[in-house]
């Protein structure tokens, strides 16, 4: 049973993740789950997918260590735990991958081809996807591996597929004409979410557009993109602006194209913003479209897909032939130049503002007037922001729901298509030889011809947005639309879903919309949002800024544990990990250290313990445990119930009449996944309680042949086994590598997959306070060593003057073990006036009244220790009577800060602090 010196986590962690998976340790089973049937809760977690191609970073070992410790735990706890792995085909980001390498060959995916540019990209994801998922097995991921689903496979192809038909026969997908996000880089349309907001400085500049016939009267418009100008058709004012209502129905002169355009009232137009006048440019801004459809006004686009402007051949726009081809930001540096040269620029200033830009390539996304295909999102919100505000989900931290509450309320139609070749084709095939409905066919199968006349179809070039097939991750994983499937039955809806809170939009509000859409029920009832791994200067880490921490360095350093340990014990409820990248030892030492206490403790404890077997705690009699033993099971209770309670309950309780049968309470709501506390509970536990305590007490018990040694071993071996399960879920290596070795282990038992511990129903509550009256009797003689510089080891004598009769009997039975703890001679005095100690001595009062005397003379120099304290109250005196002087002057109190003058108070209070406690030692010490 001997452990070696040192944990080899090099050799020791892949052969328990061997074992751990030819034994089934990860593998749910449909039939016990007790929706169908079975024995067991079931409790399902979905991991977020990663890309396809991705590379393990720290922010995947941060979300899915946090992942593993929460199934880990439903699982001990006598769940059914499903945790369903998998990946994401990542439309735009594995087509900027396969675009790179073409780059490089000096070829396009035009040179190619589609066909042959998606063959291309699946030979690449076939040889390279799918790392990510075998490096969370190095961090202890336990997944189950035979459900790894995949976006774009055939089964949850099948899943998109029969999701669009659906929403396209419910009215809720249409095909639009209006301004998208357009990222000129990926030369695709983005989501809103797709295009994220940056504050940027940049520049307004304010421009003179001169009224027709107007005998130079200008309207000063400021915009901060210029180079859409030559799109303008309009300027707007308000209707009620009384500054401009006889110019209404006139028209401005468009400087540099000299066109005419008219003058319209829109109450779009603010009279309290700026001059009241804005620029109407329909095919490059949204708002501005939305005016032009009220004023059936042109809409031609100036800027195209590569972000260049082009020409424009009807009347109703025009651009300069010397601009035509020119990219939108050196245009916009001539546009300015030349509105400087004829007079038009106004003036320029410097302007901060939120500039949107690609997602994926950070390019500045453009505006533009396009046709797409989108989700009506309205309907599908609404039992979607109902289920959050009924209680049937939940979001953790608290303050995210009402994030997630603004944006549903004010949520905007999905585009869901995109100019890419890589990603799930839309189903949507056109017939030129039909009319009208006849010629747009949305299918669920491949077609070869139309359906109403035979003729030729062509299938829609777009594919769907990645977050299409990911919205519906919770329900295609477990086979939907198979509404059959053992595993839809048996682990829907799921449980807690785990993320960043910087896809609560893109992904987790819409996983709930198509949980009630498709399934009638929201698809977990937690959305745990965990915080973001950040460098020493709160810099998010990513590859990007050179600041990252690759998670395999840290696991070949130091083990998984070590990083699955301080990324745990270091996150509090939505906060962020600080890490040092320049100091990955530093950064992880607590990791280390804490594996490496683990491990020692665990070889003192099985050396002491020795191989002879050890009797079940239960078949022990409660009549041979020692107040120690009553304590540390008492302990191990406490941390249990702390460590539950910190982890939370596995699911809401409370009855309801909605479709989700249950909703979380109000004092539920905020309860659970609090990891950071249940990581410190259990190590409190291990190392302060059972190691620094128990077993320190147990060293005279351990040595003696008899009854009460076997009691002490299999209290000790308990207790330690109780330990190692509360930590499994966040060290799972070395707990399982130290539990092997346990006296009792069968073969073929895991620590992964035995009970959790539970509290025990009865317990001797007296005998455990008893112990910890000793304890603190403990605490009380080191803290008087400490305060009167006694070295550690040095043998001392303590008189036990106790508070009564049942106290008197309870230190005389633990003297010893008081004595042994204490390094001390331990007497117990025979009531109040007897047995005082002579002289000098330090005392203190235990709870209950019962004192503890250590007699000082031979200790210390005791004369000499009295001179430096009276002078020391002395000194202290000076300083205290010069601080009040000053802050009893009432023109310093006036003139001087307030922050000084509250600090100067602070610090007086601290004195009198100080002085108080000098003077109890001096009269404690010194007798007067």
Not at 143 to 151: G, K
Not at 523 to 528: E, L, N
Request: aromatic content about 8%.
């Amino acid at each position: 049973m001997a452990l070696p010196d040192r944990y080899d986590f090099a050799s020791s962690d892949p052969e328990i993740y061997r074992a751990w998976i030819e034994g089934g340790c990860f593998h749910a089973r449909a039939e016990h789950s007790a929706r169908v049937g079975g024995a067991r809760e079931p409790y399902t977690i979905v991991m977020p997918p990663p890309n396809v191609t991705a590379i393990l970073h720290v922010g995947h070992g941060l979300n899915n260590t946090v992942q593993d410790v929460i199934v880990r735990w439903a699982r001990m706890k006598g769940a059914e735990a499903l945790w369903v792995p998998g990946t994401d085909h990542a439309g735009i980001a594995t087509q900027n991958v396969i675009e790179k390498q073409l780059t490089v060959e000096g070829k396009t995916r035009f040179d190619l081809g589609r066909e042959s540019f998606v063959r291309r990209t699946e030979a690449f994801v076939t040889e390279t996807g799918g790392t990510i998922l075998q490096q969370l097995r190095a961090i202890g991921a336990s997944a189950d591996w035979s459900r790894t689903a995949y976006t774009l496979s055939p089964e949850l192809s099948r899943a998109v597929r029969e999701a669009f038909v659906r929403l396209y026969e419910r009215g809720l997908i249409y095909r639009g004409y209006r301004v998208i996000h357009w990222c000129p880089r990926c030369l695709t349309s983005l989501s809103d979410e797709e295009a994220e907001f940056q504050d940027e400085a940049g520049k307004l500049y304010h421009i003179g557009y001169p009224v027709a016939a107007g005998e130079g009267r200008l309207l000063i418009v400021a915009t901060t993109r210029p180079e859409t100008m030559l799109g303008d058709v309009a300027v707007a004012v308000n209707p009620d602006d009384p500054r401009y209502r006889d110019l209404i129905g006139k028209h401005v002169v468009l400087p540099i194209v000299n066109r005419e355009i008219p003058i319209i009232a829109d109450e779009y137009a603010d009279p309290a913003f700026g001059t009241g006048v804005v620029k109407i440019t329909p095919a490059h801004d949204a708002n501005d479209f939305e005016v032009g459809k009220r004023h059936r006004l042109a809409m031609p686009i100036v800027i195209d897909e590569r972000g260049e402007l082009r020409e424009v051949k009807d009347a109703d726009g025009r651009v300069p032939a010397e601009l035509v081809g020119v990219d939108r930001f050196a245009a916009r540096e001539r546009i300015v130049e030349r509105l400087r040269e004829t007079g038009a620029l106004q003036k320029v200033e410097n302007h901060r503002h939120a500039v949107r830009h690609c997602y994926r390539c950070d390019t500045v996304v453009e505006p533009r007037l396009s046709d797409q295909w989108f989700v009506k999102m309205e309907p599908l919100a609404r039992p979607a922001l109902q289920a959050v505000r009924d209680g049937a989900i939940r979001i953790l931290p608290e303050r995210w729901e009402a994030v997630y509450v603004n944006w549903l309320m004010n949520i905007r139609d999905w585009n869901i298509s995109r100019q890419l070749w890589w990603g799930h084709r839309i189903p949507v095939w056109y017939c030129e030889n039909c009319d009208g409905a006849n010629g747009v066919i949305v299918s669920r199968d491949d077609l070869a011809a139309c359906p109403h006349c035979g003729g030729p179809v062509r299938q829609d070039e777009d594919v769907l947005d990645t977050w299409f097939s990911s919205w519906l991750w919770p329900i295609s994983t477990l086979g939907w639309p198979d509404e059959q499937s053992p595993d839809l039955a048996a682990f829907y809806p799921t449980d807690t879903l785990v993320t960043a809170p910087e896809i609560l939009f893109f992904w987790v509000a819409r996983m709930i919309m198509s949980g009630y859409e498709f399934m009638g029920r929201s698809p977990f009832h937690t959305v745990y949002l965990h915080g973001t791994a950040r460098d020493t200067q709160h810099r998010k880490m990513s590859k990007s800024l050179g600041n990252g921490i690759d998670p395999l360095d840290v696991v070949q350093l130091y083990g998984a544990d070590a990083l699955r340990w301080t990324l745990i014990a270091g996150m509090g409820m939505g906060s962020d990990v600080i890490l040092d990248p320049n100091d990955i030892d530093k950064s992880f030492a607590t990791g280390r250290n804490f594996g490496t206490k683990l491990w020692n403790i665990g070889r003192f404890l099985l050396d002491r313990v020795g191989d002879d077997p050890v009797a079940a705690i239960e078949t022990i009699d409660r009549v041979s445990l020692t107040r120690a033993d009553e304590w540390i099971l008492s302990r191990l209770d406490a941390a249990t119930g702390e460590c539950d309670r910190a982890l939370g309950p596995l699911q809401a309780t409370a009855a309801h009449d909605s479709p989700d049968a249950r909703v979380w309470r109000d004092n539920e709501r905020a309860a659970g996944l609090r990891l950071n506390e249940y990581a410190e509970t259990a190590r409190r536990f291990v190392w302060n309680e059972l190691a620094d305590w128990y077993l320190e007490s147990l060293k005279g018990r351990l040595d003696a042949p008899g009854a009460d040694r076997e009691t002490a071993r299999a209290v000790l071996v308990h207790a330690f086994d109780h330990a190692l399960r509360l930590l499994h879920p966040i060290v799972p290596f070395v707990t399982e590598a130290i539990w092997q070795k346990l006296p009792g282990r069968a073969r073929g038992e895991f620590l992964a997959t035995v009970a959790w511990p539970a509290r025990r129903t009865t317990a001797n509550e007296r005998a455990a306070a008893d112990f910890e009256l000793i304890r603190e009797a403990v605490l009380a003689v080191r803290q008087i060593r400490s305060d009167n510089a006694v070295p550690p080891g040095k043998m001392i004598d303590i008189v036990v003057r106790p508070s009564g009769p049942p106290t008197r009997a309870l230190f005389e039975d633990e003297a010893a073990a008081l004595g042994r703890l204490s390094r001390a001679q331990v007497r117990v005095a025979d009531g109040a006036a007897h047995g005082a100690a002579e002289g000098a001595a330090a005392h203190a009062v235990l709870t209950g009244g019962t004192e503890i005397i250590v007699p000082l003379a031979g200790l210390i120099d005791v004369d000499k220790e009295c001179a430096r304290l009276r002078s020391e109250v002395a000194e202290l005196e000076k300083q205290i009577a010069a601080r009040e002087g000053r802050l009893s002057n009432a023109k310093y109190v006036q003139r001087a800060p307030p922050n000084v003058v509250a600090s100067d108070r602070a610090i007086l209070q601290e004195m009198k602090g100080k002085r108080e406690q000098l003077v109890d030692k001096v009269r404690t010490l010194c007798g007067a």
